[in-house]
């Protein structure tokens, strides 16, 4: 795989996931010659077809681009501990750490030098320059950095206007559609590849916004930053990532879409930094597991599921409640935690917002003023078994002061501590660990084993399904059971 950040290089995603994704396309994979589909008795045959247009020609347009794309060399700063005690027969040595330099990509937006690069590519950056396509080499300052979309701006005085390029509207690029990526891989300054966008709205785990468009125009470590280019010559993507087991591109890269780009870009000029709208949940995804214990309706599992509301935080204020399922904001529909964090990051802070959720299986519209990101301080005993909940097979216990301070959970946290799980059981199958601590029963809140064996008892009793909101490694999220038999 390719080196991360703070070298120049693209993203590293684990091998193993690399390994998974690329077995999976080939597990998929149909033999030359099927044209017919099997979807059943109306599925009629797809004929092959000529092709509309032969293979495009790029050259016209990388003469056309190609000043206004930059190589990026960045002096990074020493890292702690960088220094080494070397012990001789002359004494003890401290050696200063060497200089290290790491290298990406870029592209100028204006005449006056404005550059938008990755933000990886100059995080840890004691000093920036950029080498012009045509070998000028000047120093850049950086304007501002995005770390959670990965964007930064730097700033150049080449002493005259400089050709550059526009950010196009990647909401309007296809799947199947032709891009040229340039760069600078390995070094290599000026390199253009070409291939197509393989999918849009790739979720990579990189950041909480993540909406790439995934590409197979091979890029490499030092192509971070480095733009995209449709075939009329706008950006439509800064390519920013790879997933690969071998370090090298395998076709499988990815861009972070133009038109969040901008967006970011704008304010880092005007601001040095962005500002967010901040509501104040954690969420994670509705499982169809969870549906019947949400009392969802059959088979539905849009929106995000409210695990957690942050104390004083907007959405406190506004009466979320853990167990909420958020469907919309201001009337426009959330499919996903992801969508739900890009709308209120896209909520002006200080504006309100009109937020429907789903609570006990009926629709409620919640308003709430949405604060600023930036300004928020975000959350990243007895050995006794205690109530043991038979139905679910775990033992709880209380939360003593010691085992709140071994399990390092926060004072104002209340619930019961699982003190035992029972091999094979449906808790077991669950996911739920020792040590997990189980803090509300559906919408209901825990501050004891004995609650939470009740309430458990009463849910079970109702269905064969119950939701259980747990701090785990102190993260906090709903768990689905489903006893059915066991119960």
């Known amino acids: 795989m390719s080196q991360p950040a703070p070298s120049s290089a693209p993203r590293r995603l684990r091998a193993g996931l690399a390994a998974v994704l690329l077995a999976g396309t080939a597990l998929g994979g149909f033999a030359a010659g099927h044209y017919a589909l099997a979807a059943g008795p109306e599925a009629a045959q797809i004929a092959p077809a000529a092709p509309a247009r032969a293979i495009p020609d790029f050259v016209a347009l990388v003469k056309r681009v190609k000043p206004a794309?930059?190589?990026?060399?960045?002096?990074?700063?020493?890292?702690?501990?960088?220094?080494?005690?070397?012990?001789?027969?002359?004494?003890?040595?401290?050696?200063?750490?060497?200089?290290?330099?790491?290298?990406?990509?870029?592209?100028?937006?204006?005449?006056?030098?404005?550059?938008?690069?990755?933000?990886?590519?100059?995080?840890?950056?004691?000093?920036?320059?950029?080498?012009?396509?045509?070998?000028?080499?000047?120093?850049?300052?950086?304007?501002?950095?995005?770390?959670?979309?990965?964007?930064?701006?730097?700033?150049?005085?080449?002493?005259?206007?400089?050709?550059?390029?526009s950010l196009g509207d990647s909401s309007k690029v296809q799947v199947g559609e032709w891009v040229v990526a340039m760069g600078n891989p390995f070094g290599l300054g000026g390199t253009v590849t070409a291939g197509i966008v393989s999918a849009r709205g790739r979720d990579i785990g990189a950041g909480p916004y993540d909406s790439f468009l995934q590409i197979d125009a091979p890029i490499n470590e030092g192509n971070s930053g480095g733009p995209l280019f449709t075939q009329n010559g706008e950006v439509v993507g800064v390519n920013s990532a790879i997933i690969?087991?071998?370090?090298?591109?395998?076709?499988?890269?990815?861009?972070?879409p133009s038109n969040m780009v901008k967006s970011i870009v704008a304010q880092l000029e005007a601001h040095g930094h962005v500002t967010r709208g901040y509501l104040g949940v954690e969420t994670q995804a509705v499982t169809p597991a969870m549906i019947a214990a949400l009392h969802l309706p059959s088979g539905d599992t849009q929106g995000a599921l409210v695990a957690a509301v942050e104390p004083n935080s907007p959405a406190a204020k506004a009466?979320?409640?853990?167990?909420?399922?958020?469907?919309?904001?201001?009337?426009?529909?959330?499919?996903?935690?992801?969508?739900?964090?890009?709308?209120?990051?896209?909520?002006?802070?200080?504006?309100?917002?009109?937020?429907?959720?789903m609570r006990n299986g009926s629709q409620e519209t919640l308003t709430a003023t949405v604060a600023n990101l930036a300004d928020q301080n975000l959350a990243s005993g007895s050995g006794g078994s205690g109530e043991h909940q038979a139905g679910l097979g775990v033992a709880?216990?209380?939360?003593?002061?010691?085992?709140?301070?071994?399990?390092?959970?926060?004072?104002?946290?209340?619930?019961?501590?699982?003190?035992?799980?029972?091999?094979?059981?449906?808790?077991?199958?669950?996911?739920?660990?020792?040590?997990?601590?189980?803090?509300?029963?559906?919408?209901?809140?825990?501050?004891?084993?004995?609650?939470?064996?009740?309430?458990?008892?009463?849910?079970?009793?109702?269905?064969?399904?119950?939701?259980?909101?747990?701090?785990?490694?102190?993260?906090?999220?709903?768990?689905?059971?489903d006893v059915g038999k066991n119960g």
């Open 69 to 165: 794309v930059v190589s990026i060399t960045t002096m990074l700063k020493p890292q702690p501990g960088s220094d080494q005690q070397i012990i001789t027969p002359f004494g003890v040595m401290r050696p200063h750490a060497q200089a290290v330099e790491a290298r990406g990509s870029g592209f100028i937006i204006n005449a006056n030098g404005t550059i938008v690069t990755n933000n990886h590519v100059v995080k840890d950056a004691k000093s920036v320059s950029v080498t012009l396509s045509d070998g000028t080499k000047l120093p850049a300052k950086i304007v501002g950095r995005d770390p959670r979309t990965d964007i930064a701006v730097l700033r150049i005085d080449a002493g005259h206007p400089l050709a550059f390029v």
């Open 244 to 256: 690969t087991p071998s370090g090298g591109s395998v076709g499988i890269g990815f861009a972070i």
């Open 319 to 357: 009466g979320f409640q853990p167990g909420d399922v958020v469907r919309s904001v201001d009337g426009k529909p959330v499919a996903d935690p992801r969508a739900l964090a890009v709308a209120i990051a896209g909520v002006h802070p200080g504006s309100t917002a009109s937020i429907g959720v």
């Open 396 to 481: 709880l216990g209380t939360l003593t002061p010691r085992l709140r301070s071994e399990l390092n959970v926060p004072m104002d946290t209340e619930g019961a501590v699982v003190m035992q799980v029972a091999p094979g059981s449906p808790a077991a199958r669950a996911g739920i660990q020792r040590g997990d601590i189980i803090m509300g029963v559906g919408n209901e809140k825990v501050s004891s084993p004995a609650e939470a064996a009740r309430l458990v008892h009463e849910a079970l009793r109702k269905d064969h399904a119950v939701a259980l909101r747990i701090m785990h490694d102190g993260q906090t999220m709903f768990v689905a059971i």
